[in-house]
């Protein structure tokens, strides 16, 4: 008698571990798209509050007077001499626009740019307002917003380690310029 093998026919159990990985890698790419709307969400609050605060300041400029224009920067923010709610973006009561946040520009209509080494309150024509950790144009840095994120706790549970949350930076630059040829009467 002669004793060979035979083919195992046995399959049960793969259907579970392929259903195992594709619900791993959903939940992956569900993290991943609530990370990413949330951060875009913080950022369209971000945005409107830097824009209102550039233009406020950029407004104060010519007045010569920097407290007029940091002042101005401030005015949206919640509380204190705002009557109304103010600016409402991501830990907007702890996280205030302030003087760190206003820079002076000097625009060049010519190049179309604008700098900030050696610009002061006499020569600028621009405000420059940022919610950012790191200012690339020298002064002082203010505090960007700060996102939770929701993959970090799956992250986590596979052994990585991950940042909580992820810095939102938002700017903005509002210039006064004359404009050429607008006949006023």
């Known amino acids: 008698m002669e004793a060979y093998m035979q083919p195992l ?5 793969y259907a579970l571990v392929f259903m195992t ?3 791993v890698l959903l939940l992956i790419m569900v993290g991943m798209g609530l990370d990413t709307g949330h951060l875009a969400y913080v950022r369209s609050q971000g945005q409107p509050a830097v824009d209102a605060a550039a233009l406020a300041a950029a407004s104060a400029i010519p007045s010569g007077n920097w407290s007029k224009v940091t002042d101005r920067a401030a005015k ?4 204190g001499t705002n009557p109304g709610t103010g600016n ?8 205030q626009i302030s003087q760190k946040n206003v820079t002076l520009v000097k625009y060049d209509n010519a190049t179309g740019g604008f ?3 050696g610009v002061n309150i006499n020569n600028a024509n621009g405000a420059r307002v940022a919610l950012e950790n790191t200012n690339p144009y020298g002064g002082s840095a203010a505090q960007a917003m700060k996102s939770p994120l929701f993959l970090t706790p799956l992250l986590n549970l596979f052994g990585q380690s991950a940042k909580t949350t992820a810095d939102v930076n938002v700017s903005a630059v509002a210039v006064n310029q004359a404009l050429p040829g607008l006949p006023i009467v």
Do not use: D, H, R, W
Request: glycine share 8%; proline share 9%; hydrophobic share 20%.
């Open 115 to 117: 700098t900030t080494s």
């Open 88 to 95: 409402n973006y991501l830990n907007s009561p702890n996280n």
């Open 21 to 23: 990985l594709m619900i």
């Open 9 to 13: 026919k046995n399959e049960q159990g």
């Open 76 to 79: 949206f923010n919640p509380g």
